[in-house]
């Protein structure tokens, strides 16, 4: 009967290509779900698909560069099969908008960061009538999307926003422009989700936003610690992990609640973006290097044992060596369980692309595999001290590079493998660490945690 079924309603397919931070995860989620609702079965191979859609990322040139070099892929596709339905949403899309379709003929639709709930309709209106491209980038701060379906990418670990957009306005970055002023989503909505995610199967959950502090500022219903707290207490929920934090407004009662909570994981990622306080000034950022490490003290002495990560740019605007020598001895200073390294990309509309003094890219270059041989060999140091010890582990499944080997990760956010022994996706498990390495842990399994 299914056969028929299928002759006669030809299944549609819909390829949706992902860039960018965790944001875009949970945004293309929940356009995933709304093609689902319209007899989209998402594939893997986007050669064969009947839509295509890009969710998109501008945080860095190279990031964009990846979707333009997309973009250009889908344009034999679509001379083939000019049924195929493409369309580009994200970061990029808000703020390139008619530009894109300018560069691009052959997109059907730029669909804008406050307008990711827009996309059924979109797609329906396309399906019934091909017209010209359809532009909507509309308000950027539009209102929070609720009660669209979400299609998870993940079996055991669900992505949650709990606000949209960012008010910091940091000098190097583009996000307060394509992601619109701080929203916050109302706490019984975020419940629902959770209690939603949990009765479905899912053990953990990350609470998501550009700066997780600022959480409830507008509606002022509950703060970020109430609703760590109201994670925390959905029956079944196994894991509860945030990002990103601010340090400028990370809070004496968010460290609390992960002090306190039951379920709430060990780690903070800690933004610090440089360790110059001339550099900090001119990045916006809103902090020195002293009061950061004072944050860090803080965190420390609360939760002992738990990790800290961070970003860190090199070569923005006027860094000198000795800018570069104090962001050294901050990492140092800090030691971070790892690091995410990147080089400064000017962002056109932001203030420090305006800057004099912009850095060589081989100075940048330079800069970034000095700093990266320093955060290694701490990382690998802080894993060292792990050698021979149990970690509880959720276990996820078969790593992607090796079916034999299984992935979870601690609750402090590191990767462990081990040899596969029993189907436990899904599982708390014991791991003996038996190798740690700068970016992995590699151990064997004892047994149920
Ligand atoms: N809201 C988060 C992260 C946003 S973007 C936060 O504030 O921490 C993720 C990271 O990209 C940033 O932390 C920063 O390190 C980096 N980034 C942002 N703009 C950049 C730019 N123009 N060039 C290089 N790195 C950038
Ligand atoms: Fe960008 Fe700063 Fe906002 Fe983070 S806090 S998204 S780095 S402007
Ligand atoms: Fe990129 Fe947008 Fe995230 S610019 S980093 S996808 S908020």
Known sequence: MTEQIKKSTPEKTAFLGVYGCQMNLADAERMAGQLESLGYRRTEEMAAA???????????????????????????????RPSLLFGVAGCMAQKEGDALIKRAPHIDFVLGTGRTGELGRVVRELEAERGGPVVDTGDVTGPIAEGCPVARRTPLSAWVPVMYGCDNFCTYCIVPYVRGRERSRRPEDIRREIQEAVAQGYREITLLGQNVNSYGKDHKQADFADLLRLADDVPGIERVRFMTSHPKDLSRRVIEAVRDGHHICEHFHLPVQHGSDRLLKAMNRGYTAAAYRAVVEEIRAAVPGA????????????????????????????????????????????????MDDQVPDEVKRDRLHRLMAVQDEISRAINERLRGQAVEVLAEGPSQNDPAVWTGRTR???IVLWPHEAEIAG?????????????VLKGVLEQGA
């Open 307 to 354: 990790s800290l990560t961070t970003d860190l740019i090199v070569g923005f605007p006027g860094e000198t060596e000795q800018d570069f020598e104090a962001l050294l001895d901050l990492v140092r200073a800090v030691r971070f369980d790892a690091a995410y390294t990147f080089l400064y990309s000017p962002r056109s509309g932001t203030p420090a692309a305006k």
């Open 412 to 414: 402090t956010g590191k």
């Open 427 to 439: 599982e708390l498990v014991s791991v003996r660490v038996a190798e740690p390495q700068t970016w």
């Open 50 to 80: 009947d839509l295509i859609l890009l969710v998109t990322c501008c945080v860095r040139e190279t990031a964009e560069d990846k979707v333009y070099g997309k973009i250009g892929e889908i344009k034999g596709l679509k001379r083939q």
